[in-house]
């Protein structure tokens, strides 16, 4: 080979040999830790979980790995073997679910929180305190999160139709869906609808509810039970165990969840 | 030391059937009309074209058989494409010595500052292609093939993208070339008047086929050859500079039949030059002129007489000297003379030009 | 001073993004460039099917990408059960399968800008190479990659600013495992479902000024090089 071609190969053998290495060193993952809990939790409660992460990490000395998401997401990854030891789903379907199949350790699911549905609206005077607005009619949108897979959002037409104004909602072409809570809550918090059926965590700072709001009757609607699961290919079921207890009876868990928006299963 | 050709390439389009050889040696112009198959055949023996059915033969090594193709960079060629296409990405001397370094250094026969020398492109060594003009990228294209010092350097058309100045710089470089160099260069081109200053055979390519092959004072005179009937037909004579006259402000040419007197120039005695005459510029007569105007008039006999392209002319092929001369005179004037083979005749020369 | 601007998660996000930006470019840059290649000179008619399916990420939406390299490299998918066989951890869920999905993502943004770098060059210069007795590799190290450097540098920007960018196919195949698979992107959204806004802005507005200084660095040292022809 010539000579200028013969240099070039080197150089690019060399520079080639050097990313292979960074590579290799890159691709293998972190050294195994004990006591690291991977947490897959709902992208809702994800902010609260986030403030009782370091009391549980305190009160065990473990550490807990959170990752946000949305349930159904959760749902396909933990069939396709998605590492996570425990599940904190927006709903009770979906642990139910992989109870059935064999994914979720039986026994271990329990309600970790309720959620409160409300109709909220940034600005003081918009929602009244008995949610008469809805029929007085006097708005051009109402935020709404998708019925198909966003708890909150099944459970706001469920009001909906109890109140007979689904169909008409629909047909006058009133209703915003957003793809989750959280963009329901957008929706309203930015103006762009008049007011959304949002989580009470979402607006609620544990006393005070913040702009106006109307509380629907809870007989309107299925409870939002949000179910918390082991999975079965968790390699440390003690201290998810641990943590489930904790979340389930520890009265700082208990009232950061309360204060968060949250009912408690009683 | 030799090149042989045997081609044949059928395409819907266009046929090749080309068995020739080229001489070792000089500059041998390929020449015919545009679409004839010139630069196909360059690209052939170059192995840029790959053509199923080809024998190519360079002195005695096979460079393309049945059995074998030898891939370009493997043939000891160099190669001047029509446009410069200097690389872009590096500046002249790159591209110079791109070559060069590829060539195992026993094997250099031309140094980098020769080869710079001979094309001149001393100041321009660290200008990139896109400031240099048509004909300075043709010289640094010349100078990279020759730095790799082959034994066969293959010109397509060379000067054809360049305008009438360029060409007239680069002429020059060429013929210096051929002078002092004895790489064989197989020459691509449609335009005679290049071919009449620079070559030393024709290769006459028609349509695919080679027509006719042989010494460029033989081709251009044939009257059988299309290239004695072209507007610019002529002769090229081979000769020496014998004297000056700075009195009458001329040179004398040596050549065979005589003496051939042009414009002074300032070449030395001895200098070997090349001369050539239009056939137009030349008329006959029975007796040697007295009280005529024209200088140069040379002693022959002729060799044939052929109608002409022109019904009111004809060609005449006249020995001088033992070197074919070409003129063009009036059907009636050759009837009056009674122009015929055998013939010994008088041919006055009105214009030479020397090729410089 | 840094650790007290952005949380420990950003950090580490940040840092992962890093990482899988650069990897998925070299990675990219070594696997394209001969494919870019050969569908830049190849005259056969298996070129157009080449063409298509270096397109087709782009036409995916990431989601679906993700999707499906989830199936694929999870415990049940083909190359699971291979990376079973061969004793190893399947890919999904793991940064190698990050990078592999990001390649996939990031793709058609290097071959496209290389294949028309190389479509550029032209033949004329390498043959001028070669019969300047250049072998075929050196041909392309010495005259077509210089000359198709612009669509080289256009290609790794663009699929390095892509890959930071990336967010279906991560969410889903990496499953947003802090440490691990948790990149800036996801960090980001992150923090705007916590309505924690002004953190999502501190993330953002880094990758912003980091991917800015980064285009200004590289095309600030191309900006000699104006080649428009490949050979003059």
């Known amino acids: 080979m010539t000579e200028p071609a013969q240099r070039s190969m080197r150089l690019g053998a060399r520079r080639l040999a050097v990313l292979c290495l960074l590579a290799l060193s890159w691709l293998s993952g972190p050294a195994a830790r004990a006591e690291e809990l991977n947490v897959a939790v709902a992208a809702n409660f994800f902010g609260t979980l986030q403030k009782l992460a370091p009391k549980f990490e305190q009160a065990s000395g473990n550490k807990l790995l959170l990752s946000s998401g949305s349930s159904g997401q959760f749902y396909t990854q933990i069939r396709q073997g998605a590492p996570f030891d425990v599940l904190l789903s927006a709903d009770s379907d979906r642990p139910k679910q992989l109870e059935t199949e064999g994914l979720g350790i039986a026994g271990s699911r329990f309600t970790y929180a309720i959620g409160t549905l409300v109709l909220w609206s940034p600005k003081a005077d918009v929602v009244d305190r008995d949610g008469k607005v809805l029929r007085g009619g006097a708005y051009h949108m109402i935020g709404i999160a998708d019925p198909r897979n966003a708890p909150y959002g099944a459970a706001a037409q469920q009001v909906l139709t109890a109140l007979g104004l689904w169909e008409t909602l629909n047909q006058d072409k009133k209703l915003a869906v957003g793809e989750n809570i959280n963009q329901a809550w957008q929706f309203a918090a930015t103006g762009n609808v008049d007011m959304a059926f949002v989580a009470l965590s979402q607006v609620s700072d544990g006393n005070a509810i913040s702009g106006s709001s109307w509380l629907p009757p809870q007989a309107l609607y299925t409870p939002l039970q949000q179910d918390a699961v082991i999975l079965t290919r968790t390699g440390k079921r003690a201290v998810a165990e641990a943590f489930l207890k904790w979340l389930r009876d520890d009265p700082q868990a208990i009232a950061t969840i309360k204060a968060a928006g949250y009912h408690v299963a009683e | ?356 | 001073m840094i650790e007290s601007f952005y949380s420990p998660d950003d950090l580490v996000a940040l840092w992962i993004s890093l990482k899988l930006a650069t990897l998925t470019v070299a990675l990219l840059l070594l696997l394209c460039t001969p494919l870019a290649w050969w569908l830049a000179t190849t005259r056969s008619r298996l070129r157009v099917v080449g063409e298509a399916m270096a397109a087709l990420p782009l036409v995916l939406p990431p989601t679906v990408l993700g999707f499906y390299l989830l199936l694929f490299l999870g415990p049940y998918g083909w190359g699971g059960r291979l990376m079973h066989h061969l004793g190893l951890q399947p890919l999904s869920f793991s940064f190698g399968g990050l990078v592999i999905g990001s390649m996939l993502y990031s793709m058609p943004f290097v071959i496209q800008p290389l294949q028309g770098a190389f479509q550029a060059v032209g033949a004329r210069a390498l043959e001028v190479a070669a019969t300047l007795r250049a072998p075929p590799w050196d041909r392309f190290f010495t005259v077509a990659v210089p000359l198709a450097r612009r669509g080289f540098i256009t290609g790794s920007v663009l699929a390095f600013a892509h890959t930071l960018g990336e967010f279906g196919v991560v969410l889903m195949l990496g499953g947003n495992i802090p440490g691990r698979t948790q990149t800036a992107s996801i960090v980001i959204f992150n923090h705007v479902e916590a309505l924690d806004y002004s953190g999502a802005q501190r993330l953002s507005i880094t990758l912003l000024v980091a991917c800015f200084i980064l285009l200004l660095i590289v095309y600030g040292a191309n900006r000699h090089r104006a080649e428009v022809a490949a050979v003059a």
């Open chain 2, 1 to 356: 030391m030799s090149l042989a050709l045997d081609i044949a390439w059928s395409r819907p389009d266009f046929q090749l059937q080309v068995e020739c050889e080229f001489p070792g040696r000089g500059i041998t112009a390929l020449f015919g009309r545009s679409g004839c198959g010139k630069t196909t055949v360059l690209r052939c023996i170059a192995g840029l074209e790959r053509v199923a059915r080809a024998s190519v033969r360079f002195n005695g090594e096979v460079w393309q058989d049945q059995r074998r193709f030898v891939p370009t960079y493997l043939r000891p060629l160099g190669y001047v494409f029509q446009e410069s296409s200097l690389f872009a990405h590096l500046d002249v001397r790159g591209n110079l010595e791109y070559g060069l370094r590829r060539v195992p250094a026993a094997q250099r026969r031309i140094g980098f500052d020769q080869a710079v020398r001979y094309m001149g492109l001393e100041s321009l060594l660290t200008h990139r292609a896109e400031q240099l003009s048509g004909g300075q990228r043709q010289r640094v294209a010349i100078a990279r093939a020759l730095l790799t010092s082959p034994q066969l350097l293959l010109m397509d058309e060379p000067l054809s993208s360049l305008d009438l100045a360029s060409r007239g710089e680069i002429l020059p470089h060429l013929e210096r070339l051929h002078d002092e160099l004895s790489i064989p260069i197989i020459y691509v081109s449609h335009e005679i008047g290049e071919v009449m200053r620079i070559a030393d055979h024709i290769t006459l390519l028609e349509a695919g086929r080679v027509r006719a092959f042989g010494s460029i004072h033989e081709m251009l005179t044939r009257p059988d050859l299309p290239l004695a009937h072209l507007e610019e037909a002529g002769s090229i004579f081979d000769g020496v500079i014998a004297e000056h006259d700075a009195r009458y402000h001329l040179s004398y040419v040596g050549i065979a039949a005589g003496r051939l007197a042009i414009s002074l120039r300032a070449a030395p005695v001895g200098q070997a030059v090349r001369v050539r005459i239009d056939a137009r510029d030349v008329s006959l007569a029975l007796e040697p002129p007295q009280h005529t105007s024209i200088t140069n008039i040379l002693p022959g006999r002729v060799m044939d007489v052929t109608d002409d392209r022109d019904p009111a002319q004809r060609l005449v092929r006249i020995d001088v000297g033992g070197r074919p001369l070409l003129a063009r005179i009036t059907r009636r004037s050759a009837a009056q003379l009674a122009i015929a083979p055998g013939v010994a005749l008088y041919a006055q020369v009105k214009s030479v030009a020397l090729m410089d």
